[in-house]
């Protein structure tokens, strides 16, 4: 039976907790853009010509004896200027918090190597559906017919291209081909992988929007140098790109372990590896940078991050991949993503999960407000 995230729900909500370091409980009161984006968010100026002439002056602090309140750092400031005021004082302060991690990480924005003809980060922001079209509970890609889910893709595109008109959108389609079960399978793998016609299927729907292709792995007991030679095909053409999910990773501190019912963990060998090859194709057949994404939300699902090397022929994001209420992911991205620079960061929105507590989901003028600001974000 394939894993869908919703009955793996309580480790993944649960986990961003972890990952930030808090629990369910509220918080206590790259296209990597460096601090002087904050200086031209517009704050209302604030007057008092009508006051009252005969209203009484109140002494202000100093001649109380104490010093001046500092008005609003770059970071309210964002935040006062995306967030909308049905967010709650714990989203607000955890927003603000985020930011400023971002903000005062030396590591941003990451001294990539020198960009090569045809990268697509940061030039563009790739806006992904993710999913598989044999589970309408695995994500958006599956769960709705192919024409209405084009049609919903369109819409969440023309979002982000308003939200954000400086940025162009790559749209893209993410299909995870190797799908983690919670049965081992004839060779005792726990992992189904998707036959070609599938892959070819969900490849044509993306060329009919002009959208990229990223073919995702959660291999299970399985490794991903067992996984990736499959692959070759698709990721030798010029369009298509590569997902890792340690969440389904059950080696080193998870072996024995069957997929969902313990977080997975990846180290950096396994993301150098799949460099290595994406790579190598690069070099062979003459191609644009690839994009490979690697699924993060706990800081454990992903070991040694600082020794993920940096090749300009592929481009590395780390993908903010946990749900649950706002203040909850802005403290996931603070600790998993914003605090480990790597190269690239991305931002997984759900379109049920994170909307379970009768929260809005997250649109894409507050998730900019993030620094630094997400250059992937995938739906699912």
């Not at 008005?71 to 918090?97: C, E, G, H, M, N």
């Not at 396994?270 to 699924?295: G, M």
Request: proline fraction near 10%; hydrophobic fraction near 35%; charged fraction near 20%.
């Amino acid at each position: 039976m394939t894993i869908a995230r919703t009955t793996v729900g309580l480790y993944l909500g649960l986990a961003a907790a972890g990952c930030g370091g808090r629990s369910d409980a509220p918080p206590p009161s790259n296209g990597h853009p460096p601090a002087r984006d904050s200086a031209v968010i517009p704050v209302k100026p604030t007057s008092n010509a009508a006051a009252p002439a005969s209203a009484k002056k109140q002494p202000d602090s100093a001649s109380k004896g104490r010093p001046p309140k500092p008005p609003p750092d770059s970071a309210i400031l964002i935040q006062i200027a995306t967030q909308p005021k049905l967010r709650t004082k714990a989203d607000s302060i955890s927003l603000v918090a985020s930011i400023r991690t971002g903000l005062k990480n030396p590591g941003w924005p990451v001294k990539t190597p020198a960009l090569l003809p045809g990268s697509l980060l940061p030039a563009k922001r790739i806006v992904a559906f993710y999913g598989n079209t044999l589970s309408k509970k695995m994500g958006i890609l599956g769960e709705l017919p192919r024409d209405q889910m084009l049609a919903k893709f369109d819409t969440i595109i023309a979002q982000w291209r308003a939200a954000d008109p400086t940025t162009p959108v790559q749209p893209a389609l993410h299909l995870i081909v190797s799908v983690a079960q919670g049965l081992p399978g004839k060779d005792g793998m726990y992992r189904q992988r998707s036959d070609t016609g599938l892959i070819e299927k969900v490849y044509g729907w993306a060329r009919s929007k002009n959208a990229i292709t990223i073919l995702d792995i959660q291999a299970g007991k399985s490794t991903i140098d067992s996984e990736l030679p499959r692959l070759i095909p698709f990721l030798s053409r010029p369009d298509v790109h590569l997902g890792l999910d340690p969440e389904f990773y059950m080696h080193y501190n998870r072996e024995g372990r069957v997929p969902g019912t313990k977080i997975g963990t990846m180290d950096a060998r396994d993301v150098n590896y799949a460099i290595d090859q994406l790579a190598a194709l690069v070099t062979k057949y003459h191609l644009p940078p690839k994009v490979l994404i690697v699924h993060r939300f706990t800081t454990n699902m992903l070991q040694h991050a600082n020794q993920i090397k940096l090749d300009p022929r592929v481009q590395v994001v780390i993908n903010m991949d946990g749900w649950g209420q706002p203040w909850l992911k802005f403290d996931t991205y603070a600790k998993c993503e914003a605090s480990e620079p790597v190269e690239y960061t991305g931002f997984k929105l759900f379109f049920h999960n994170d909307t379970r507590k009768g929260d809005p989901i997250l649109s894409p003028r507050e998730v900019l407000a993030l620094r630094p600001r997400p250059i992937y974000i995938q739906y699912q």
